[in-house]
């Protein structure tokens, strides 16, 4: 039972690319609720939960791969 060493490298960089997403998501909205009186409030607010969701999105992919590589199925 070895690993794959590919698949546990691409788990790795997903789960890099989920890192700052988890960091300018909140940031953009808790801009998006000072900024209420601001006509681009709700675009902001999306982009933000967006950004989140995509966030935690590469998290369970990420954690998905590294374990496809670790047990290879």
């Known amino acids: 039972m070895g690993t794959n060493k ?4 691409k788990g790795i960089k997903y789960l890099s690319g989920s890192l700052p997403l988890l960091f300018i998501g909140p940031s953009v ?3 998006a609720f000072m900024n209420k009186q601001n006509v681009w409030h709700y675009l902001v607010l999306a982009i933000g ?16 791969t590294i ?7």
Do not use: H, S
């Not at 967006?50 to 998905?64: D, E, P, T, V």
């Open 6 to 9: 590919e698949l546990i490298g």
């Open 29 to 31: 909205i808790y801009n």
């Open 49 to 64: 939960i967006i950004a989140c969701l995509a966030g935690m999105f590469l998290i369970f992919y990420g954690l998905k």
């Open 67 to 73: 374990m496809r590589g670790l047990f290879n199925d």
